[in-house]
T-cell receptor, first 112, second 114 residues
């Protein structure tokens, strides 16, 4: 069974600190990887996508992918209270226009 | 970027009635759309994959006769919850993918069946 695993949290970090969110996936052939942020009662919002090994940075966010370890992470620098949300890791396992498989999400709480 | 419009955002219906949810891709053609359901404090669960001009592909455990999906055009997919019951109350979200743009989600529909 194709699985995407995340620690459900909650993960609490002080304002200004680095938040580190982790995700592992079971299918070694997975093609592309996404991090979404979801506020309570709202739809997921795309934060980052990553397709190849290494780091990808966008503002305060850095996604890291290690296909050999089947591991993808999201770092949030200078965390703000507005970053408090649930972060969903999603994987496109089969490629093309196939659906994403989601992890259960990690709830992040940034304490002011 | 790609935008997906979903309506209604919130609906309350009586048990036994049907509810239709619309998902439109704005400014792009979505040959494939996905429908998810999310219960409180749970992750998104894929219900079905909707392909324009053909029958939807349903995930195991999802009743295709209860959750009717129609994808009659490249910009519109609809999900109809038929004979809704309180256990169908959930957050329903559609998603479309456009090459190079990733996966975009609609704003979601909060269905409450009373």
């Amino acid at each position: 069974q194709k699985e995407v695993e995340q620690n459900s949290g909650p993960l609490s970090v002080p304002e200004g600190a680095i938040a580190s969110l982790n995700c592992t996936y079971s299918d070694r052939g997975s093609q592309s990887f996404f991090w979404y942020r979801q506020y309570s009662g709202k739809s997921p919002e795309l934060i980052m996508s990553i397709y190849s090994n290494g780091d990808k940075e966008d503002g305060r966010f850095t996604a890291q992918l290690n296909k050999a370890s089947q591991y993808v992470s999201l770092l949030i620098r200078d965390s703000q209270p507005s970053d408090s949300a649930t972060y969903l890791c999603a994987v496109n396992i089969q490629g093309g226009n196939t659906p994403l498989v989601f992890g259960k999400g990690t709830r992040l709480s940034v304490i002011a | 970027g790609a935008v997906v419009s979903q309506h209604p955002s919130r609906v309350i219906c009586k048990s036994g009635t049907s509810v239709k949810i619309e998902c439109r891709s704005l400014d792009f053609q979505a040959t494939t759309m996905f429908w998810y359901r999310q219960f409180p404090k749970k992750s998104l669960m894929l219900m079905a994959t909707s392909n324009e001009g053909s029958k939807a592909t349903y995930e195991q455990g999802v009743e295709k006769d209860k959750f009717l999906i129609n994808h009659a055009s490249l910009t519109l997919s609809t999900l109809t919850v038929t004979s809704a019951h309180p256990e169908d109350s959930s957050f329903y979200i559609c998603s479309a993918t456009l090459t190079g743009e990733g996966y975009t989600f609609g704003s979601g529909t909060r269905l409450t069946v009373v």
